[in-house]
């Protein structure tokens, strides 16, 4: 058997990988060259398909032209795709291609996120249909799809019959972090089945190592089965890290919250962190409208300088703190146990009237406390919501009161070391109109505190509430 090598890249599979099936009379052209049919790709996007639709489908079309490949105009493809499972197998897909095809398939998805956009293609071999080839591009713009189009119909162009078991796997690329690691993260092992779906996985795993800004499989075909290699591409090091444009805040400070240091890998998880945790400080201390990107100089040798580009606004204060939902007590009243406020006439001097989100997130904890000390014990307050409008905040409390309770009976229970009656002259909390849970935390204190005098220093009151929503009362039971 003469050792004939075809190699597929596989890349970073970031989307689902789809498949059309098109009856073969929507075949554009009849198949030549390489023998390649693409059928039209599906796409994912938030925004409006329409457009992107039809400039995928006229640079695909044009792409596979000009390596003498086929391109299925997308016709009834909505039709067909609406009756098939998603995605078919390749026997699902065979009856829509002429009799006499043996060539390859190429079916895929454009998924846009934002700006990104990734190309997922599969490609069934008719000859070998145990096989499959997945590849892969991402770009930043619509702009490159033509670019992105003429690199992976290169790499489909290549791909061809293989055998199915994996004789030797190879890492390359690598300077920096250690093979061992990268082999450790590929469940894909020699004498294993040649398998695309878990190759798909592997290099997924790693991508995740985040060390690397590519990563690519070749795979060689030899008598003995597949050398699979994965080559990768490390991200560069960080040579220094800088930090611009900050009057309001030392850098000292800033730099507290900079996840990535000097002398390090560059991550794109770590840097993203950083700039939330530059933002997120910066608006702690009221500048709601601070802008931060990070910026690399490629300085050669693999390493960057990184700079976080700070552009600080003004700050924003509170304008208005309201509530939803309080029916039992105005809003004065309970804006009396919070300590948010909004702006005054002084905020200049104290810094009254900006938010501080730990501190509002206790306030919510306030607000639940007075509820449940005036008998609304099954009182909630949801998670603040901000409203930035203009140049103010406002900030809203969602407030959801339930019924209102009265204390019932009162019992107490356990070691005893005294007469019931002068531990239940001790409880405080039946004499309040409603039920109050600071009153009972006082009154567990107070009984503790007798049993300390008595000499009883590690004794526990542990109270155990029943409510009875028919007569709105709780019971009590001090063990």
Known sequence: MTNKKNRMRLLTIMAVITTILLPANLLAAPQNGPGVVFLPLRINTLDQAGPLTAKADRLLAEAAKGHKMSFIKRGAVNTILKRASWPPPL???????????????????????????????????LKDQAATGVFFEE?????????????????????????????????????????????????SLPGKDFNANILRDDLKSVFGMGYFEDISISSEETPSGHIVIFTVKEKPVIGSVKISGNDKLEEST?????????SSIIS???????????????????????NVEAEQEDTGRGRVDLKFVIREGKK????????????????????????????????????????????????????????????????????????????????YFN?????????????????????????????????????????????????????????????????????????????????
Not at 91 to 114: D, K, W, Y
Not at 118 to 123: A, K
Not at 273 to 289: H, Q, T, V
Not at 411 to 440: A, H, P, Y
């Open 91 to 125: 026997a699902a897909i065979i009856p829509f291609l002429p009799e006499n095809f043996t060539g390859n398939v190429a079916v895929g998805s454009l998924t846009r996120f934002g700006v990104q956009i990734s190309l997922d293609l599969t490609v069934y071999d």
């Open 139 to 187: 770009i930043s713009s619509e702009d490159e799809l033509a670019a992105a189009f003429e690199k992976v119909i290169g790499k489909i162009s290549a791909f061809g019959q293989r055998q199915q078991l994996i004789s030797e796997i190879k890492v390359e690329g690598n300077r920096r972090i250690d093979t061992g690691a990268i082999r450790r993260k590929i469940s």
């Open 254 to 262: 800033i730099r507290e919250v900079i996840k990535i240091r000097a």
């Open 268 to 290: 794109d998880r770590e840097v993203r962190e950083s700039i939330a945790n530059i933002s997120n400080l910066y608006r702690e201390e009221g500048y709601f409208d601070t």
């Open 316 to 395: 924003i204060y509170i304008k208005e703190i309201n509530f939803y939902g309080n029916r039992s007590f105005s809003a004065s009243k309970i804006r009396k146990s919070i300590t948010t406020s909004k702006k005054g006439w002084f905020s200049f001097m104290t810094d009254s009237g900006l938010l501080n989100r730990e501190k509002l997130a206790h306030d919510a904890s306030r607000i639940t406390a007075f509820y449940h000390n005036n008998g609304f014990v099954e009182a909630r307050v949801g998670e603040p919501e901000i409203v930035q409008k203009n140049d103010w905040l406002y900030v």
């Open 399 to 479: 407030i959801d009161e339930g019924a209102r309770y009265k204390c019932g009976s009162i019992q107490v229970s356990g070691d005893l070391v005294v007469d019931r009656e002068v531990l239940l002259d001790l409880i405080k909390v039946d004499q309040e109109e409603f039920f109050n849970r600071m009153t009972l935390r006082q009154d567990v204190l107070r009984i503790t505190d007798y049993y300390a005098e008595k000499g009883f220093a590690f004794s526990e009151v542990s109270p155990k509430s029943t409510k009875n929503p028919a007569t709105r009362t709780v019971d009590l039971n001090f063990q």
